[in-house]
């Protein structure tokens, strides 16, 4: 029987994340399939109570809530006594985890302390005949394995973005306290607070759902013989404020830079998608002046819904890697969506 133990941390404000409900959501889906075993929920924080009502009805057996003043930062010589006092009150047999910056830093060295074993960017949970397995993908998201683990505890980092978010009713909750050692000599390191590019230089936005994809073409010279650099700016970055979008990016468009042609100031090589780049996870993708090879839309793998605007009807997109393809300026197709969101936003 498997004790299964959902480890979150709280929010500055003591709610709980999205990525914390995702995880939720593998928990419950792994603890129904597994039918037996218990479901836990610990939370771990500065103040737990909005997260812990929040989480009243997910169904936990326990909710246990390990509050301190120390837990309100991000450390790892506080995070990790506090998530192992949550392992060892919940008598985990496994921990689901929302891979955050802050459970990725911590709980492969709670792993080590407890003699278990952990895996990271976990993009599924899974039970067959009472065996629970999981699903990571390996270079470069090309290959995928399912793996199981006979060690326990057995960390589980669930990568954002895969499942849902637990849309249950918040409710009153009456967490059981679990008191982590904190001595004074833990917390010597302090976070003096967050350095963040400013808003609207914020491009990538994971929880976003539309990703826009900008390609070489918007840099190109187009049918008058001029590029349009500066226009090409201001759809892109008016479709992202209007859209909420995020802004992924293909490796010729972020290469410019470095060949010293004319480039979109905003773009760094954190934006590109693909093989050499990142894989994100959105409900639906736009890709604009971008070709559309392999090695670009292999990063597309989870994108839900795909389509594309470009002047070429034989560009890679055609062939079966777009839902629609609309063969068309991306300069008169983005003016024009931007002044219909434009409308929409206004009305
Ligand atoms: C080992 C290796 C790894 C790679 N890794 C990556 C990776 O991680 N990510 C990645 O993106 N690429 C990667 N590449 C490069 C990839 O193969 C392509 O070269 C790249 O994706 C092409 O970028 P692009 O589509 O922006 O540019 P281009 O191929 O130059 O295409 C520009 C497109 O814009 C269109 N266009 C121009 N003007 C307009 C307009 N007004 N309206 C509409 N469409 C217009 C054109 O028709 C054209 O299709 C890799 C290559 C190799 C060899």
């Known amino acids: 029987m498997e004790t299964?133990?959902?480890?979150?941390?709280?929010?500055?404000?003591?709610?709980?994340?999205?990525?914390?409900?995702?995880?939720?959501?593998?928990?419950?889906?792994?603890?129904?399939a597994l039918s037996g075993g218990t479901l836990v929920v610990g939370l771990v924080g500065e103040s737990v109570q909005p997260a812990a009502n929040r989480l009243a009805g997910c169904g936990a057996a326990r909710l246990l809530a390990a509050s301190h003043p120390a837990l309100a930062q991000a450390r790892y010589s506080t995070d990790a006594p506090a998530a192992e006092a949550m392992a060892r009150a919940s008598q985990a047999s496994i921990v689901l985890a929302p891979a955050t910056s802050r459970w990725n830093r911590v709980l492969p060295g709670v792993a080590q302390?407890?003699?278990?074993?952990?895996?990271?960017?976990?993009?599924?949970?899974?039970?067959?005949?009472?065996?629970?397995?999981?699903?990571?993908w390996y270079y470069r998201q090309r290959m995928e394995a399912t793996l199981r683990r006979s060690q326990r505890p057995w960390f589980i980092l669930i990568d954002p973005g895969v499942y849902a978010p637990w849309q249950g009713q918040p409710g009153a909750a009456n967490a059981e306290p679990v008191t982590p050692q904190l001595p004074e000599n833990l917390i010597r390191t302090e976070v003096l607070g967050f350095r963040e590019p400013a808003i609207e230089a914020r491009t990538i936005r994971p929880?976003?759902?539309?990703?826009?994809?900008?390609?070489?073409?918007?840099?190109?010279?187009?049918?008058?013989?001029?590029?349009?650099?500066?226009?090409?700016?201001?759809?892109?970055?008016?479709?992202?404020?209007?859209?909420?979008?995020?802004?992924?990016?293909?490796?010729?468009?972020?290469?410019?830079?470095?060949?010293?042609?004319?480039?979109?100031?905003?773009?760094?090589?954190?934006?590109?998608?693909?093989?050499t780049g990142s894989t994100p996870r959105h409900p639906k993708g736009l890709a604009t002046c971008c070709h559309g090879e392999e090695p670009h839309t292999v990063g597309w793998r989870f994108i839900h819904e795909r389509?594309?605007?470009?002047?070429?009807?034989?560009?890679?997109?055609?062939?079966?890697k777009a839902d629609v393809l609309y063969v068309a300026d991306a300069?008169?197709?983005?003016?024009?969506?931007?002044?219909?969101?434009?409308?929409?936003?206004?009305?």
């Open 113 to 136: 302390r407890l003699g278990g074993r952990v895996d990271t960017h976990v993009a599924s949970v899974a039970a067959s005949e009472g065996a629970v397995s999981i699903s990571r």
């Open 4 to 32: 299964l133990l959902v480890l979150a941390h709280t929010e500055p404000d003591g709610s709980v994340a999205g990525a914390a409900l995702e995880t939720l959501t593998a928990a419950r889906q792994l603890h129904s």
């Open 331 to 347: 300069f008169v197709v983005m003016a024009k969506a931007n002044e219909l969101l434009a409308q929409a936003g206004a009305s």
């Open 307 to 320: 389509r594309a605007i470009n002047l070429d009807p034989n560009c890679g997109w055609a062939r079966g």
């Open 207 to 275: 929880e976003a759902d539309v990703l826009l994809v900008a390609g070489a073409g918007w840099t190109k010279k187009q049918g008058d013989g001029q590029s349009k650099v500066k226009d090409a700016e201001k759809l892109i970055l008016g479709f992202l404020k209007l859209a909420r979008a995020s802004l992924g990016s293909t490796k010729s468009l972020v290469d410019l830079s470095g060949e010293g042609q004319a480039v979109l100031s905003f773009l760094t090589h954190l934006n590109q998608v693909g093989q």
